[in-house]
């Protein structure tokens, strides 16, 4: 099936660190992505992670990926107001049969607190 | 630069009024995917283009066509939108099967509001 599971919301204090958690059911899928969302916009790239990976570190973003579980999370370090969104996972498979279309899961929502 | 454009940003139709919303992009990619964004959900795959076949999803509903009448441009049409359609539409655009499959790369997204 495709599946993907998120918390719906986080809330953290400017400064600390975010972690946003994700679930996904297909074992097939290739590259698992982040995606933020601020109010009114399209969907912005942060990362993404391929399957044959564990761990992804891009300034203050960290992703790690555990297949065993089938689980992702997105840390952000040094939590700033500017990063309240919306964070959605989504993942995408290979194949022929498939063309890198994203599913995504429902979004969680980060309120950061000056 | 915007890499993927879509016009307009903003867009009120009539109830049952024919809509149609346009994307363009500026990578060459040859894949192309209109996605439906209603309020706090996800986004969901309407259909997409892999250069020229179209690739319906099962459940999108027959109100929606889209046409790609070349690589850079791809449009959706609404053919009687209802109240139920109010929505952000996001286009997307990546690299696949060529052996080099890049991300989905998002517009703004047009905001429509049926009335």
């Known amino acids: 099936g495709e599946d993907v599971e998120q918390s719906l919301f986080l809330s953290v204090r400017e400064g600390d660190s975010s972690v946003i958690n994700c679930t996904y059911t297909d074992s097939s899928s290739t590259y698992l992505y982040w995606y933020k969302q601020e109010p009114g916009a399209g969907l912005q790239l942060l990362t993404y992670?391929?399957?044959?990976?564990d761990m992804k570190q891009d300034q203050r973003l960290t992703v790690l990926l555990n297949k065993k579980d089938k689980h992702l999370s997105l840390r952000i370090a040094d939590t700033q107001t500017g990063d309240s969104a919306i964070y959605f996972c989504?993942?995408?498979?290979?194949?022929?049969?498939?063309?890198?279309?994203?599913?995504f899961g429902q979004g969680t929502t980060l309120q950061v607190k000056p | 630069d915007a890499m993927v454009i879509q016009n307009p940003r903003y867009q009120v139709t009539q109830f049952g009024k024919p809509v149609t919303l346009s994307c363009s992009q500026t990578?060459?990619?040859?894949?192309m995917y209109w996605y439906q964004q209603k309020s706090s959900q996800a986004p969901k795959l309407l259909f997409h283009y892999y250069d020229k076949d179209f690739n319906n999803e099962a459940d999108t509903p027959d109100n929606f066509q889209s046409r790609r009448p070349n690589t850079s441009f791809c449009f959706l049409d609404i053919r009687s939108p209802g109240l139920g359609d109010a929505a952000m539409y996001l286009c997307a655009t990546s690299s696949w099967g060529r052996g080099l499959n890049t991300e989905a790369f998002f517009g703004q997204g047009t905001r429509l509001t049926v009335v």
């Open positions: 990578l060459n990619h040859n894949v």
């Open positions: 989504a993942e995408s498979k290979r194949g022929s049969s498939n063309t890198g279309k994203l599913i």
């Open positions: 992670i391929f399957s044959n990976m």
